[in-house]
């Protein structure tokens, strides 16, 4: 239910956002509105035959993020950010969501300030470049990217206390938000499908489970560092088969997190730290297990390399779990090495290489992006990801053929 009703609303405030604005309205957001987004039309080609049953080897379509902000009294505001997604080869990947629809107000604290949002809202921790192990607050929308990075909006209030001891942040949440999940005719998929209208919660009060996080971080020198802890629904599930159904059906514990990220900065160089402890979660293998999984690594900027006006930045992370081949995600136990290489043109290039090498089997994704500015209005992404030896590793053998080439032409307003 949490899930339709964010659709719904995000189709709704959509509606809002775009629909001509009659003049006493337009007079009186004049001095408070500013909006901005995006609309882009995107193609993804998959070079080699789906797996299953059903799949496409090319898909089209287009995708809408518009941010409306109203700013208000006092230095209150109002942020809506509604997306919208149509995709003609795969029926599950076609969604709304309301990414962002918060109020938000501070104040004075003393020597500090305090702020205070509630609504729905997104919210990123974490520093590495590969993963994000630290992250947990907001579900993952999966069916937009398979490296889970791209978020679903989250019901939450989210209170902060900053001064010059740190930043406390409190947080509420309920609502659960789904993981998306490719459909039958998607690709990045298992070989059964997920239905999440079969979902479970461990807990009785299923989605509307108040779940309770807050993080703690500062600076001190060359070291930012942020602690954090989460207790409540998880955001990644763990799978049940039902036969009768063919297809898998979602299932959410109740955990519990603590994290910790790092970064501390010596000139050029970066070295980042994310690290977990959770508990009351499942492995592969569906059985519960505590584990600690961390990312260890860093980043090496070079700027003119060459003896040209470019900045290039040099990655290299390791990405450990203790469930080892239990875990589940096949590529948790890896070695990261990437590059990426902006021009600093007025066109604003640049390139990225990347490559994620498990520890545990014999197979790699590499992946190499490029995007440019074709006006000042208009851009061009380009992503190519190659899947190689997963035809011998049992937990990514499902998606041993995803291989693909993803275009996208964006609009900026």
Known sequence: MANRLIHASALLWALLVFMPKPAHAQSWLSDRLDMFGTLAAETRIFPEAGAHPGQRSHASGFSMEATAYIE???????????????????????????????????????DGEWELRAGIDRVFWGVAEARSLVDIINQTDLVEHPDAKTKLGQPMVHFTLSGGWGVLELFGLSGHRKRTFPGTQGRLRGRLVVDN?????????????????????????????????????SREPTFILDPAFASLAPHYEQIRQIGLDGQITT??????????????????????????????????????????????????????????????????????????????????TNFFLGVLDSLEADSR???????????????????????IGFETDEIAYDVRRDSHIGISLEYSF
């Open 197 to 233: 209208s079969r979902t479970t919660y461990e807990s009785a009060d299923e989605e509307w489970h108040v779940d309770l996080a807050g993080r703690y971080s500062n600076s001190f020198g060359p070291l930012d560092i942020g602690l954090s802890v989460f207790d409540g629904t």
């Open 72 to 110: 208000g009294d006092g230095g209150s505001s109002v942020t809506i950010t509604p997306f919208l997604r149509f995709d003609a080869g795969d029926p599950e990947r076609t969604h709304a969501d309301l990414r962002e629809a918060y109020f938000l107000t501070y104040g004075d604290a003393g």
């Open 365 to 387: 994704v590499l992946s190499a992006e490029f995007s440019r500015r074709l006006s000042d209005s208009l851009s061009l992404n380009v992503e190519a990801t190659s899947h």
């Open 267 to 348: 000139g050029p160089l970066l070295l980042k730290l994310e690290a977990i402890r959770r508990t009351g979660g499942r492995n592969r293998m569906l059985q519960e297990e505590d584990y600690t999984a961390s990312i260890l690594g860093g980043e090496y900027s070079v700027n003119g390399p060459w003896d040209t006006d470019a900045d290039l930045s040099l990655f290299a992370e390791w990405l450990r779990d203790g469930r080892e081949r239990n875990a589940t995600d096949a590529l948790a136990n890896s070695v990261f090495l990437g590059a990426r290489i902006d021009l600093n043109d007025e066109h604003g």
